[in-house]
T-cell receptor, first 113, second 114 residues
């Protein structure tokens, strides 16, 4: 079972470059999330989606955009990368947002130089 | 807003020692509570959960009890193994309304030595 798959797994960007991180889930989940993980900060929610065609801002949305054109995919875009966006990015999905379990991808380690 | 506070790490134990990682929360409603574990180089995976007061979640020898009166969800294990070395995250999720996200604590790094 694939679960939640993130691509790429590693990436180095120069300041000002753009890129898109792809998250795909094969569990028919309604809810999808993008988190960033930084040392001493835990996980912080960037954007999330409660269904195909919907997106919403999380705690730290600035500098990021997202799209959910298909139910199984959730894309995270960086239009102009900054060193402050160096982080590990995790995508997650869940069937329901309340008591349901969230399933996480393996993460994308992004370095902006 | 919602928040989760868990004990600062790192925590270093010897094999077969008793483990407690404290977690307290602040929430406006009646949240579900979770412990997630992250092994080195991997994503997070659910360890256990509890959805209402006095529920006990358990898995792989780990336990946590939802205490509404103390707003706590402490993680315990009676005898840790080297393979339990990981980062542990306490989290909550509000049920109902439009709040569907998980709120995480900052994580506690556990290292178990042989």
């Amino acid at each position: 079972n694939a679960g939640v798959t993130q691509t790429p797994k590693f990436r180095v960007l120069k300041t000002g470059q753009s890129m898109t991180l792809l998250c795909a889930q094969d569990m028919n989940h309604e809810y999808m999330y993008w988190y960033r993980q930084d040392p001493g900060m835990g996980l912080r929610l960037i954007h999330y989606s409660v269904g195909e065609g919907t997106t919403a801002k999380g705690e730290v949305p600035d500098g990021y955009n997202v799209s959910r054109l298909k139910k199984q995919n959730f894309l995270l875009g960086l239009e102009s990368a900054a060193p402050s966006q160096t982080s590990v990015y995790f995508c997650a999905s869940s069937m329901s947002g309340g008591s349901g379990e969230a399933f996480f991808g393996q993460g994308t380690r992004l370095t902006v130089v | 807003g919602n928040s989760v506070t868990q004990m600062e790490g790192p925590v270093t134990l010897s094999e077969e020692a008793f483990l407690t990682i404290n977690c307290t929360y602040t929430a406006t409603g009646y949240p579900s509570l979770f412990w997630y574990v992250q092994y080195p180089g991997e994503g997070l995976q659910l360890l256990l959960k509890a959805t209402k007061a006095d529920d006990k979640g358990s898995n792989k020898g780990f336990e946590a009890t939802y205490r509404k009166e103390t707003t706590s969800f402490h993680l315990e294990k009676g005898s840790v193994q080297v393979s339990d070395s990981a980062v542990y995250f306490c989290a909550l999720s509000e049920t109902g309304g439009s709040n569907y996200k998980l709120t995480f604590g900052k994580g506690t790094l556990l290292t178990v030595n042989p």
